[in-house]
C-alpha cells in the first residue's frame, strides 16, 4: 500500500480515528476545538464525533460509524434531518438568491403561520435565540421605562448579558456562577430566583415591584433538565407580572412548536386563558437554519423600531433562505407529528426508567409536552438546586455505553432528550436494546463515585 502522499495531508495518523484527528486539528484553531461549550464533550469525556451527513433518525460520524439521534440539533429537527420536503424547498429558495436585504414572501407567511399557531399578535425575526430574548428584554425596558430583569436559577436564555447571572445549560454543566466577562452592570439589574417558587416571585415583587420591566422564564425549562412548570406556576407568573405593570417573557425558544403544536403555551396558558406579554421563539422555526424571533401583544410590538422607539435589526434578520425551511417546517408539523413524538418518546422515557430502575441507579425521568430528560438521582426535580444532584460521573458512563452501541444522547447530564417523526421502530428498538448495558455501566460508575 502507498504511503499516505502529499495530495492526503489530513490522512488521519495511525491508530487515531477521523475524529479524533479533526479534534486536534480543530483544537489547533478553536478555542477547545468547538463553536459552542457543550459539544467539547468536556462534561463526559472523550472525544466529540464529527458528523458528516444525518438522515431521519440517524447521524453519520466521518468515521463510518451511525448513531440513532437523540439530540436533533439541541432541538429544531422536530422532523429529523434531511426531510425531503424541507429540502426540496430550500433548494428551491437558495436556486433564487441566498440573501436580498429587502422584505420578502417566505418571512410574510412564516410570521403569520407563527401568529396563527402561538398567542402572539405580531412579530419580528432574528438570527438565533440569544438575539430574541436580548432584544425582547430591550423592548420590555423601553415599553416599561423600567430597568430590572427577574430570571431563575437554572433557566437559559442564550449568552446574553444580563441573563448569564446564573445559567443553566452548559454553565450548570461546569459548575460556573455567571462568567469573566459580564459587567456587574449588567447583571446588577438581574433578580436570579429559584424556579417553581411562588414565595420568592412574591417577595421580589413586593420589594422590587416597581422597577421591574419584565419576568423572563423558559416556558418549560429544558437547560437543566426538564423540570415542568407546576401546575399554574405560568399563569401565577402573567398574573403576577400584570399586577405590578411589569411584561411577562415566555422563552419557548426551546419548547416552541415542540413542546405541543402551540408549543408550552398550547399545554397551559392556551387552556387557562391567559397569555405571555411577550414570547421568543428559535430551533425549530428555523427548519436547522439560523432563525430565531421575538413577538408578542401588538402594542407592545408596536414600540420597536422602525414603528416605534425601540432600536433593533439584522443583516441576515428573515432570511429568505431560513424562513422558508421554518415555513416548511411548521407546515409539515402537524398533530400527526406531536402525537408519534410523545408516543415514541413515552417508550424510550419508560424503558429508561425500567432499565435504570434494574440496575440499580437511582433516578428521575421528567417531561414536558414531548420533551423528556434523565436525572441520575432521586427526585422530584422542581428547581436548579435539585437538578444539580444528578451524578455525572454516571451520566458519563451511561452516556459513554449508549454511544458504543450506536446512540447519540445529549453529553451532558442536563440536557433534553430530543426525538423527531423520522424516529420510527428500528431507530426506538436500538435505543431500547442500548439501555439495559447502559444503565449497568451507571450503577458500576455509582459504585466507584460512592
Ligand atoms: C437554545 C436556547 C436559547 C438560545 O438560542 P441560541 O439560538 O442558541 O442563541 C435561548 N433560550 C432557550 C430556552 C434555549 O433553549
Known amino acids: 500500500m502507498p504511503a499516505p502522499t502529499s495530495s492526503e495531508p489530513h490522512a488521519p495518523a495511525q491508530g487515531t480515528t477521523r475524529s479524533e484527528d479533526l479534534f486536534a486539528r480543530a483544537r489547533a484553531v478553536t478555542p477547545g476545538g468547538v463553536n459552542s461549550p457543550v459539544r467539547a464533550f468536556n462534561a463526559v469525556g472523550g472525544t466529540p464525533r464529527f458528523i458528516r451527513s444525518a438522515a431521519g433518525a440517524w ?197 416552541g412548536f415542540r413542546a405541543s403544536r402551540q408549543g408550552q403555551w398550547g399545554l397551559d396558558g392556551a387552556v387557562e386563558g391567559w397569555a405571555p406579554d411577550l414570547t421568543t421563539f428559535g430551533k425549530v422555526m428555523g427548519g436547522g437554519f439560523p432563525a430565531a424571533a421575538f413577538g408578542g401583544r401588538a402594542d407592545v410590538m408596536a414600540h420597536l423600531a422602525p414603528q416605534g422607539p425601540v432600536y433593533q435589526a439584522g443583516t441576515l434578520a428573515g432570511n429568505p433562505v431560513a424562513t422558508t425551511a421554518g415555513l416548511a417546517t411548521l407546515r409539515l408539523a402537524t398533530d400527526e407529528v406531536y402525537a408519534h413524538i410523545g408516543a415514541a418518546g413515552d417508550t424510550i422515557r419508560s424503558a429508561v426508567a425500567t432499565a435504570l430502575a434494574e440496575a440499580g441507579v437511582p433516578h428521575t425521568v421528567q417531561a414536558s409536552g414531548t420533551m423528556f430528560s434523565v436525572f441520575l438521582c432521586e427526585g422530584p426535580v422542581r428547581d436548579f438546586t435539585d437538578a444539580s444532584r444528578t451524578d455525572t460521573a454516571a451520566y458519563a458512563a451511561f452516556f459513554h455505553a449508549m454511544l458504543e452501541a450506536g446512540v447519540y444522547l445529549p453529553p451532558s447530564a442536563y440536557e433534553t432528550w430530543f426525538l423527531s417523526s423520522a424516529h420510527d421502530d428500528r431507530a426506538v428498538q436500538t435505543v431500547l436494546d442500548a439501555l439495559p448495558g447502559a444503565a449497568r455501566a451507571a450503577a458500576r460508575a455509582t459504585e466507584v463515585s460512592a
Open 59 to 255: 447521524l453519520s460520524d466521518v468515521d463510518g460509524n451511525e448513531y440513532v439521534d437523540l439530540v436533533c440539533s439541541w432541538g429544531p429537527m422536530l422532523l429529523g434531518h434531511a426531510h425531503p420536503e424541507v429540502l426540496a424547498a430550500v433548494q428551491a429558495a437558495v436556486a433564487r438568491g441566498t440573501s436580498y436585504g429587502t422584505p420578502t414572501e417566505p418571512e410574510v407567511e412564516l410570521a403569520e403561520e407563527i401568529v396563527a399557531r402561538t398567542s402572539v399578535e405580531a412579530v419580528r425575526f432574528v438570527s438565533s435565540g440569544t438575539e430574541a430574548t436580548m432584544s425582547a428584554i430591550r423592548l420590555a425596558r423601553g415599553f416599561t421605562g423600567r430597568d430590572v430583569v427577574v430570571k431563575f436559577a437554572g433557566c437559559y436564555h442564550g449568552h446574553v448579558d444580563a441573563l448569564l447571572a446564573s445559567a443553566g445549560s452548559g454553565l450548570a454543566t461546569f459548575a460556573v456562577p455567571g462568567t469573566p466577562g459580564v459587567p456587574v452592570s449588567s447583571t446588577e439589574l438581574t433578580l436570579v430566583l429559584p424556579y417553581n417558587d411562588r414565595a420568592a416571585v412574591e417577595a421580589a415583587f413586593a420589594e422590587h415591584g416597581d422597577r421591574i420591566a419584565c419576568l423572563i422564564t423558559e416556558a418549560a425549562p429544558g437547560n437543566m433538565g426538564i423540570v415542568p412548570p407546576e401546575p399554574g406556576f405560568n399563569e401565577f407568573l402573567a398574573a403576577t407580572c400584570r399586577r405590578h405593570g411589569a411584561l411577562f417573557v415566555s422563552d419557548e425558544v426551546m419548547t
